[in-house]
T-cell receptor, first 114, second 111 residues
């Protein structure tokens, strides 16, 4: 059972570079989410999607973009990397709206912007 | 603004004892409260969910209480083992809303 798969696991970016964090799930979940986790802080929601073609902003969306062309995939795009985006990024999915059901998380992507 | 507070200091206990972790919240009326476990370098893993109309939920050695008057949840691990050592995250949501996470509490169980 693959669950939620994120790639890459680690990445170092230079300021101003762009990259896409990949996320795919094989559980046929409609709901998908991107979080970032900074040391000593709770997970902060960046973007979420309630189904293919539908995305919406979370608590900290600035500097990021997402798309949801299929049920399985939910990539996160960083256009102009900044040191403030150094963090660990987690993708998650759930069967229905968050809160009412458990969320399944990927292993995370550790991103450093220098 | 909404605030979720978990013990910022690590909880150190002896193997076999009961670990009790606290989650307090303010400016929030959650419909659901969840607990997750997170190991170093890994993503959170779901443990338990409790609804606002439930006072207590159990699963094997785990027990969660939810007091909407005190705005507090307690998470208990009975007969704790070194393998229970991890960070435990509390998360809240309203109906149909997104989960809001606390910063987590580190639990260390010593043999």
């Amino acid at each position: 059972n693959a669950g939620v798969t994120q790639t890459p696991k680690f990445r170092i970016l230079k300021i101003g570079q762009s990259m896409t964090l990949q996320c795919t799930q094989d559980m046929n979940h409609n709901y998908m989410y991107w979080y970032r986790q900074d040391p000593g802080m709770g997970l902060k929601l960046i973007y979420y999607s309630v189904g293919a073609g539908i995305t919406d902003k979370g608590e900290v969306p600035n500097g990021y973009n997402v798309s949801r062309s299929t049920t399985e995939d939910f990539p996160l795009r960083l256009e102009l990397a900044a040191p403030s985006q150094t963090s660990v990024y987690f993708c998650a999915s759930s069967y229905s709206s968050q809160g009412a059901t458990e969320a399944f998380f990927g292993q995370g992507t550790r991103l450093t912007v220098v | 603004s909404q605030k979720i507070e978990q013990n910022s200091e690590a909880l150190n206990i002896q193997e076999g004892k009961t670990a009790t972790l606290t989650c307090n919240y303010t400016n929030y009326s959650p419909a659901y409260l969840q607990w997750y476990r997170q190991d170093p370098g890994r993503g959170p893993v779901f443990l338990l969910l409790i609804r606002e109309n439930e006072k207590e939920k159990r699963k094997e050695r785990l027990k969660v209480t939810f007091d909407t008057t005190l705005k507090q949840s307690l998470f208990h691990i009975t007969a704790s083992q070194p393998a229970d050592s991890a960070t435990y995250l509390c998360a809240l949501s309203g109906y149909g809303n997104k989960l809001v996470f606390g910063a987590g509490t580190i639990l260390r169980v010593k043999s």
